[in-house]
Each structure stands twice: as C-alpha cells, then as structure tokens.
C-alpha cells in the first residue's frame, strides 16, 4: 500500500513557476514508477509526465515538454514537478500516481495503481 500527498500548488501568474512535491508513504517507494496528472474542469484527465524506479526515465507530454521536469528523491520517497513558463492552459488539479511497474515510464491512467487527492495549479493570464 502506498499512500500519496501533494503539495505545492497554488495561484501564480503566466510566466511564472511553481513547484510540486508529492510525498509517499512506504518502504517500496524507490520501486514505483512515478507520474504526474491533471484535469480541467470539464475536461478529461490527462498524463503530465512521468519517470521510472531510478529517475533515469522520463516522459512529457507534448504540451509541457521544455517547460516541466520531472524529478525523484528515492531516499526522501519524494516526486517532485518542476513547472516553469507556466500558461492559463495549464490550470487545473495535478494529481501524483504510483506504479508498481517501476522498471518503465508509464503514461496511461489506468496502469497506476495509487493516487495522491491532487492539488490546485491556477494560472492568471
């Protein structure tokens, strides 16, 4: 069982950068793969990024590439998401994900078996 918290999100203007964390719970942290979410009101949820077991494997979405890293800290069972030049299009709830297939970079929802609650990401343009 893996139980997921983020943190980090808030209100920030276009431009500008955030940074999220998602701490996890468990000693098996450091054999999951890792992957960032989000949804828009209204709209379906989408993959983010996502890194394997050792951080040596990541995955963007062709929407953040060159904007987001992705990042791990396996000895503080921590995920982190670096976002930067944030856009108004990127407003919605990330959500953090856990994979027990941790040798990949996993980009489908439905191959993550745990979810952290999300939090807010608001971007004023």
């Known amino acids: 069982q893996v139980q997921l918290v983020e943190s980090g999100g808030g209100l920030v203007q276009a431009g500008g950068s955030l940074r999220l964390s998602c701490a996890a719970s468990g000693r098996t942290f450091s054999s999951y793969a890792m992957g960032w979410f989000r949804q828009a009101p209204g709209k379906a949820r989408e993959f983010v990024s996502a890194i394997d077991w050792s951080g040596g494997r990541v995955s963007y979405a062709d929407s953040v590439k060159g904007r987001f890293t992705i990042s791990r800290d396996n000895a503080k069972n921590t995920v982190y998401l670096q976002m930067n030049s944030l856009k108004a299009e990127d407003t919605a709830v990330y959500y953090c994900?856990?994979?027990?297939?941790?040798?990949?970079?996993?980009?489908?929802?439905?191959?993550?078996?745990?979810w952290g609650q999300g939090t807010q990401v608001t971007v004023s343009s």
């Open positions: 994900a856990a994979s027990p297939r941790g040798s990949g970079v996993v980009t489908v929802p439905g191959r993550y078996d745990y």
